[in-house]
C-alpha cells in the first residue's frame, strides 16, 4: 500500500479545529458522562478476559477515586458478618496494588498504542507525520497534559502520601473524606447486595449491612492511616480520563478521521475514556472513575492560576490553588492575611515564597522585613533583601518629579524619607515649569523592583527607562 506522503491543504486547514477538539475535550468543566467511561473501562477487563470488578466507584474527583478506591478495596477486605463476609472475601485476594493495572498498560494502553502507531506508520510518511504531530498532538498535550494533568497528578500523590504537612491532610481530610467515606459506603453497599442476593435475602439485608458497617465503619476511622498507606500503594493504578494524553487522542483522531489512516479498534477505549472522564483507577475488585473538573483556571501562558479561588475545583469540593503555575497552600489565596513577614521568612520553596511576597507587596515587605538600605541619591533610594535559595529583592524607592493631589505623603512624610534637598528640587521643577505650589503638597512614592546587580538609585531609575547612567540625567522631569 502506497504511504501517504504530505497532506491536502483541506486537512491542513483541519489543524485549527482538531486542536480546538481535544483542548476543549480535555479542559471539559462539564460532568462526567459515567455511562460511556464505565461501559468503555469493562470492554478493558473483557479484553483482559478477566471478570467485572464487584464494585464500580463513581467519584467526584482525582482524589475522591485514589482514595475511594482503596477505601472500598479495604471495606471489602474486611467484611465480617455471616454469609455476607465469607463470600466477598473469597474474592477478594489481590493487594491493592495488583496486576491488573500493569495488565491494562501492557496489554490495553501500551499495546493498543504500539499498534496503532505502527499502523500508522505504514500508512503515511514521516512528513504527514511530524507535521500532525507537531500541529495537533503536540500542541494539545503542551496544555492539557504538561500544565494541568502533571499538577493534578502530583497533588494527588501529595495527598495520599506523605509529602504534604499534617494541615493540608488535615484541610483535605475535613472537606472531602467524609464525602469521600459516604460515597463508598453507599456505592459498595448497593453493588454487594446485588452480587450477594441470592445468600442474603432481600427482606434480612439491611440488618445484615447494618451490622458490617458497624464493624467495618468503626474500623475505617481507627485504620485512618491504614487506608492511607492502601491509597499511597495504590497511586499509580490510575490511568485514563480526560487529562491522560491529550494529545495522543487528538494525533491519532486526526489520523484516523482527517487522513484517513486505519486504527485499532481498541484504541476506541482510550478515546472514550478520555471523552468521558476525568480520571480512572482501576484493580481486580474495584473500578473507580472519576468526575471531571468543575472549575479551570488558567493565565495566558496556559498554566494553573488564580489569584482569587481555586485554579482547579472538582464537585466534592477538593480544590487546588495555583499562582502562575505554582501550588500554594489554600490560605494564600482565599485568606491573604495570612501571610506575614515571620511566615514568609519560614518558607523553603522559593516559588512559593516568591508568591507570597507578591501577595504581601513586594515593597511592603521589603520595608517591614527590614531590607537594607544600600545607597541614596538624588535619583532615590535603593534597598536590598537577601532571600535563601532565591536571587535577592533590589528595588528602588523613589519620590514623584511633582506633587500631585491623589498622593499619600505628607511634605514632611516625603522630607523624612527623602531629605529635604529632594522634596524643594520638586517643588522648585513646579515652579520653573510654572505650576503653583499648594500650600500642602501631597507626594506619590514608587517602588520600581530593578536587578539583583544594581549598585545606586541612579543606575536603577536609568534602567527603568532602558538607559545607561549617562545617558538618564534629566534636568526637569514634569
Known amino acids: 500500500m502506497k504511504k501517504i506522503e504530505s497532506l491536502t491543504a483541506e486537512q491542513q486547514a483541519r489543524f485549527g479545529e482538531w486542536v480546538e ?8 468543566t462539564e460532568s462526567a458522562d459515567f455511562e460511556k467511561a464505565n461501559a468503555a473501562a469493562l470492554r478493558a477487563y473483557e479484553l483482559l478476559n478477566l471478570k467485572k470488578p464487584m464494585v464500580i466507584l463513581r467519584m467526584g474527583s482525582p482524589y475522591a477515586a485514589t482514595f475511594g478506591g482503596a477505601l472500598a478495596f479495604w471495606m471489602l ?12 472475601r473469597a474474592q477478594v485476594r489481590a493487594q491493592v496494588r495488583d496486576q491488573v493495572w500493569d495488565q491494562v498498560w501492557d496489554q490495553v494502553w501500551a499495546q493498543v498504542r504500539a499498534q496503532v502507531r505502527a499502523q500508522v506508520r505504514a500508512q503515511v510518511g514521516a512528513q504527514v507525520w511530524d507535521q500532525v504531530e507537531a500541529q495537533v498532538g503536540a500542541q494539545v498535550g503542551a496544555q492539557v497534559w504538561d500544565q494541568v494533568e502533571a499538577q493534578v497528578g502530583n497533588q494527588v500523590w501529595a495527598q495520599v502520601g506523605d509529602q504534604v504537612g499534617d494541615q493540608v491532610r488535615a484541610q483535605v481530610r475535613d472537606q472531602v473524606r467524609d464525602q469521600v467515606r459516604d460515597q463508598v459506603r453507599a456505592q459498595v453497599r448497593d453493588q454487594v447486595r446485588d452480587q450477594v442476593r441470592d445468600q442474603v435475602r432481600d427482606q434480612v439485608w439491611d440488618q445484615v449491612w447494618d451490622q458490617v458497617w458497624d464493624q467495618v465503619g468503626d474500623q475505617v476511622r481507627a485504620q485512618e492511616n491504614e487506608i492511607t498507606r492502601l491509597a499511597r500503594d495504590g497511586r499509580w493504578n490510575e490511568y485514563g480520563g480526560q487529562l491522560y494524553h491529550a494529545g495522543w487522542i487528538a494525533f491519532a483522531t486526526f489520523m484516523r478521521d482527517v487522513v484517513g489512516v486505519t486504527v485499532d479498534a481498541k484504541f476506541s477505549i482510550e478515546q ?19 468526575d471531571r473538573p468543575a472549575i479551570i483556571n488558567r493565565d495566558a501562558r496556559h498554566r494553573l492560576h488564580c489569584e482569587d479561588g481555586p485554579a482547579i475545583a472538582y464537585r466534592d469540593g477538593w480544590k487546588l490553588y495555583y ?14 492575611e495570612s501571610v506575614t513577614v515571620e511566615r514568609i521568612g519560614k518558607e523553603t520553596n ?5 508568591v507570597m511576597i507578591e501577595r504581601y507587596d513586594a515593597a511592603r515587605y521589603l520595608l517591614d522585613s527590614g531590607a537594607h538600605q ?24 523613589v519620590l514623584n518629579s511633582t506633587p500631585e493631589p491623589d498622593g499619600k505623603l ?19 521643577t513646579m515652579r520653573a515649569i510654572g505650576v503653583a505650589v499648594p500650600d500642602e503638597p501631597l507626594f506619590k512614592e514608587y517602588f520600581l523592583r530593578v536587578p539583583p546587580d544594581t549598585r545606586t538609585a541612579h543606575a536603577g531609575a536609568a534602567w527603568s527607562f532602558g538607559k545607561t547612567v549617562d545617558e538618564y540625567a534629566p534636568s526637569i522631569e514634569s
Open 21 to 28: 477538539r481535544y483542548l476543549k475535550i480535555g479542559l471539559s
Open 77 to 88: 477486605k474486611n467484611m465480617k458478618a455471616p454469609d455476607l463476609g465469607a463470600q466477598v
Open 374 to 397: 544600600v545607597q541614596r541619591d538624588d535619583y532615590g533610594i535603593l534597598y536590598r533583601k537577601e532571600l535563601a535559595g532565591d536571587e535577592p529583592i533590589v528595588m528602588i524607592r
Open 350 to 354: 522559593a516559588e512559593v515564597r516568591r
Open 272 to 290: 472514550d475514556l478520555a471523552e468521558s472522564c476525568g480520571w480512572v483507577w482501576w484493580h481486580e475488585n474495584v473500578l473507580a472513575i472519576s
Open 410 to 428: 505628607t511634605r514632611a512624610q516625603a522630607a523624612e524619607a527623602f531629605g529635604e534637598d529632594a522634596v524643594m528640587r520638586r517643588l522648585n
Open 323 to 336: 499562582v502562575h503555575g505554582v501550588n500554594v497552600p489554600a490560605d494564600i489565596i482565599e485568606n491573604p
